[in-house]
T-cell receptor
Framework: DGGITQSPKYLFRKEGQNVTLSCEQN?????MYWYRQDPGQGLRLIYY???????QKGDIAEGYSVSREKKESFPLTVTSAQKNPTAFYLC????????????????FGPGTRLTVL | GQQLNQSPQSMFIQEGEDVSMNCTSS?????WLWYKQDPGEGPVLLIA???AGELTSNGRLTAQFGITRKDSFLNISASIPSDVGIYFC??????????????WGLGTSLAVNP
């Protein structure tokens, strides 16, 4: 069954600790994205990657880091520099250009709710 | 970053009523997407629009790509309790090129009274 998985669903960390959120997809999608969602603020783009070994900052990249060593995986690290890390984090991916389908339709994982104590 | 103007912000309706929401942009778009998000879950794509004037249905949902390419609307007919959630519009600017970033609205929160 193809899809996007994010783990864990809930994550608790102490203030000052780095934490890495997992995102894996087996859809053969080229592009992957990380969003942050806070109540009433919609989705804000943190980082995105259009191809392996390349990624770009989104609108709110400060305090976050990513890597894209494999097509299937796009982990997000929330560092201690992120001033307000408690939020709902969503990972998404979009189809490869070679699929012949419009490539800007994004498909989302179930999300990880991070709470920093 | 740029955001779409999505309205209304929230709606509270009776079961069986029709619902309408819309999104506007200050620039021309070549893509409009509508998503629904259930509480604690990721958004799910409902309808995708790629041509100005395009009218597309998905069950009780109908969405249109505005002729001016700066707006889109989503209608839900005969609402039912499972329609509850947050509906987001998203789009891609005409001059985005190969950049796959989407621009998002802030969402319309829908509550349905059985």
């Amino acid at each position: 069954d193809g899809g996007i998985t994010q783990s864990p669903k809930y994550l608790f960390r102490k203030e000052g600790q780095n934490v890495t959120l997992s995102c894996e997809q087996n859809l053969n999608h080229d592009a992957m994205y990380w969003y942050r969602q806070d109540p009433g603020q919609g989705l804000r783009l943190i980082y995105y990657s259009q191809i392996v070994n390349d990624f770009q900052k989104g609108d709110i990249a400060e305090g976050y880091s990513v890597s894209r060593e494999k097509k299937e995986s796009f982990p997000l690290t929330v560092t201690s520099a992120q001033k307000n890390p408690t939020a709902f984090y969503l990972c998404a991916s979009s189809m490869p250009l070679s699929s012949g389908r419009p490539y800007n339709e994004q498909f989302f994982g179930p999300g990880t709710r991070l709470t920093v104590l | 970053g740029q955001q779409l103007n999505q309205s209304p912000q929230s709606m509270f309706i009776q079961e069986g009523e029709d619902v309408s929401m819309n999104c506007t942009s200050s620039s021309i778009f070549n893509t409009w997407l509508w998503y629904k998000q259930d509480p604690g879950e990721g958004p799910v794509l409902l309808i995708a629009l790629y041509k100005a004037g395009e009218l597309t249905s998905n069950g009780r949902l109908t969405a249109q790509f505005g002729i001016t390419r700066k707006d889109s609307f989503l209608n839900i007919s005969a609402s039912i309790p499972s329609d509850v959630g947050i509906y987001f519009c998203a789009g891609q600017s005409y001059n985005a090129g190969n950049n796959r970033k989407l621009i998002w609205g802030l969402g319309t929160s829908l509550a349905v009274n059985p």
